[in-house]
Nanobody, 123 residues
């Protein structure tokens, strides 16, 4: 099992900025994709942004131009810089990592989630 720990959420006014971090730990060989998803009350979980080990990124249309995803492969950490925040960005933001690791002395793929960090944007 890979452990993902998010940090950086909080309360911010509309137009403000936040930076989220997510650090992965455990018996990890490689992490192919790291990403951020969010879930607002009463809504389905949705993709925010993903980044591959090579640096290729993908963003939801709703955050393009405002959010930037980056990662530090040496630290197994992914970041999400969020600018020009809007009240509709309010949600629990969850980190995801997909890769290969060792579990019980076997090499296995993993697809794990963090517990989430709350982001609240006031109008």
């Amino acid at each position: 099992q890979v452990r993902l720990v998010e940090s950086g959420g909080g309360l911010v006014q509309a137009g403000g900025s936040l930076r989220l971090s997510c650090a992965a730990s455990g018996s990890i060989f490689s992490i192919n994709v790291m990403g951020w998803y969010r879930q607002a009350p009463g809504k389905q979980r949705e993709l925010v942004a993903t980044i591959t080990s090579g640096g290729s990124t993908n963003y939801a249309d709703s955050v393009k131009g405002r959010f930037t995803i980056s990662r530090d492969n040496a630290k197994n950490t992914v970041y999400l810089r969020m600018n020009s925040l809007k009240p509709e960005d309010t949600a629990v933001y969850l980190c995801n990592a997909q890769g290969v690791g060792t579990f019980m002395k076997t090499i296995r793929e993993f697809d794990d989630w963090g517990q989430g960090t709350q982001v609240t944007v006031s109008s």
